[in-house]
């Protein structure tokens, strides 16, 4: 049973069926709703509400999640989660649950299950780290003179001094041994007793899941001179989402793509452009035309990660071009860099 185009499948084990026999399978893809995820954890895939008739073994469940395992280390951080599909109040609270494989390089996870409900993989954020112990030592040194012999040299006349070094020492507590040098200096060593303290410290760091998430751009128009730009969580029950959700307008430009950290959101930048735009006005809803990850990161879809921009034309301008070619880079994206490209014409418009 493969339903791919909304990111899951379902494999039935060879054996828990005899030819005769049938499975029903009722499955709901849901890209919104009241949700309550363990803390400390991001939610990574579509949540879908599965139920199935009686088995006699369990059914082996693929889902999707928009997470690179590029880095195969990451692979620990990820964790299937589940909720009652009916529950007394909102929101429907998930719980993490033992199993699971998410193997390298894919982005697909897997689990068998006998019992169904409401089924998401989540991604863990945050990790501590033990860093040992730190000890500090207080010490005081004594300074152990030493014998020298210094000469001076004048200009016309020479002279010569001499000079015995004396010997000075320090003591700071524990027990004093008294030594002879061959010219019978005695110094004084020291053996010091430490005072050393220690304490537990303790990290928090970033698992690397936020920073490996994969979203997801759609460029369509819904109508020639209305473009609009959609982003979401590289999912394929969202992507569908959107293109139900919009299914009459001209389909443009799609790409994924990942935030490069220090920036949290993705900006459309309207600037000079390199071939003529005469006649042309290309004009965002909102300025500064940027969609937040945060935003993204919500589950769902809603108007906050959609950005429309309009496309004007003066036909009654002599010098007007007769075909505009707009380009608009996306700043805040790791590379490789992204640009939509509108190509518009003026009988597109008119």
Same mark, same amino acid.
């Given at each position: 049973?493969?339903?791919?185009?909304?990111?899951?499948?379902?494999?039935?084990?060879?054996?828990?069926?005899?030819?005769?026999?049938?499975?029903?399978?009722?499955?709901?893809?849901?890209?919104?709703?009241?949700?309550?995820?363990?803390?400390?954890?991001? *939610?990574?895939?579509?949540?879908? =509400?599965?139920?199935?008739?009686?088995?006699?073994?369990?059914?082996?469940?693929?889902?999707?999640?928009?997470?690179?395992?590029?880095?195969?280390?990451?692979?620990?951080?990820?964790?299937?989660?589940?909720?009652?599909?009916?529950?007394?109040?909102?929101?429907?609270?998930?719980?993490?649950?033992?199993?699971?494989?998410?193997?390298?390089?894919?982005?697909?996870?897997?689990?068998?299950?006998?019992?169904? $409900?409401?089924?998401?993989?989540?991604? /863990?954020?945050?990790?501590?780290?033990?860093?040992?112990?730190?000890?500090? /030592?207080?010490?005081?040194?004594?300074?152990?003179?030493?014998?020298?012999?210094?000469?001076?040299?004048?200009? /016309?006349?020479?002279?010569?001094?001499?000079?015995?070094?004396?010997?000075?020492?320090?003591?700071?507590?524990?027990?004093?041994?008294?030594?002879?040098?061959?010219?019978?200096?005695?110094?004084?060593?020291?053996?010091?007793?430490?005072?050393?303290?220690?304490?537990?410290?303790?990290?928090?760091?970033?698992?690397?899941?936020?920073? =490996?998430?994969?979203?997801?751009?759609?460029?369509?128009?819904?109508?020639?001179?209305?473009?609009?730009?959609? =982003? @979401?969580?590289?999912?394929?029950?969202?992507?569908?989402?959107?293109?139900?959700?919009?299914?009459?307008?001209?389909?443009?430009?799609?790409?994924?793509?990942?935030?490069?950290?220090?920036?949290? $959101?993705?900006?459309?930048?309207?600037?000079?452009?390199?071939?003529?735009?005469?006649?042309?006005?290309?004009?965002?809803?909102? /300025?500064?035309?940027?969609?937040?990850?945060?935003?993204?990161?919500?589950?769902?879809?809603?108007?906050?990660?959609?950005?429309?921009?309009?496309?004007? =034309?003066?036909?009654?301008?002599?010098?007007?071009?007769?075909?505009?070619?707009?380009?608009?880079?996306?700043?805040? *994206?790791?590379?490789?860099?992204? @640009?939509?490209?509108?190509?518009?014409?003026?009988?597109?418009?008119?």
């Amino acid at each position: 049973m493969n339903w791919e185009e909304y990111g899951l499948r379902i494999k039935v084990p060879e054996g828990s069926l005899s030819a005769s026999e049938t499975v029903e399978v009722s499955v709901l893809a849901l890209v919104g709703g009241h949700f309550k995820f363990p803390d400390n954890t991001r *939610l990574v895939s579509a949540v879908y =509400a599965i139920s199935t008739s009686p088995l006699l073994k369990s059914l082996r469940i693929e889902m999707q999640h928009c997470i690179d395992l590029s880095d195969p280390s990451l692979s620990k951080y990820l964790k299937f989660a589940v909720a009652p599909v009916h529950t007394a109040s909102l929101p429907y609270q998930f719980s993490l649950i033992e199993g699971g494989e998410f193997p390298a390089y894919q982005r697909y996870g897997s689990i068998e299950r006998s019992k169904f $409900c409401q089924l998401a993989i989540v991604g /863990e954020e945050e990790e501590e780290n033990g860093g040992g112990r730190n000890g500090e /030592e207080d010490e005081d040194s004594g300074d152990e003179g030493g014998k020298g012999k210094g000469q001076t040299t004048g200009g /016309e006349g020479q002279g010569a001094g001499g000079q015995e070094g004396g010997a000075g020492g320090g003591v700071a507590g524990g027990n004093e041994d008294e030594k002879d040098d061959e010219n019978g200096t005695i110094a004084l060593e020291s053996c010091d007793q430490s005072n050393t303290s220690s304490s537990l410290i303790v990290s928090i760091h970033s698992t690397g899941i936020r920073e =490996a998430t994969v979203y997801y751009g759609q460029v369509f128009y819904e109508k020639a001179d209305k473009m609009r730009f959609a =982003a @979401t969580k590289d999912l394929n029950a969202l992507i569908e989402f959107i293109r139900k959700e919009y299914c009459q307008p001209e389909m443009g430009q799609a790409f994924k793509f990942q935030f490069d950290a220090p920036f949290g $959101c993705v900006e459309l930048v309207f600037g000079p452009q390199d071939k003529p735009i005469t006649g042309w006005t290309v004009s965002p809803e909102i /300025e500064p035309c940027q969609i937040e990850q945060g935003d993204l990161d919500d589950f769902g879809h809603h108007s906050s990660t959609i950005r429309l921009v309009s496309i004007y =034309a003066d036909s009654s301008h002599p010098d007007t071009v007769h075909v505009l070619k707009y380009a608009i880079p996306l700043k805040g *994206l790791r590379k490789p860099s992204r @640009t939509i490209n509108i190509n518009r014409s003026l009988k597109d418009i008119l």
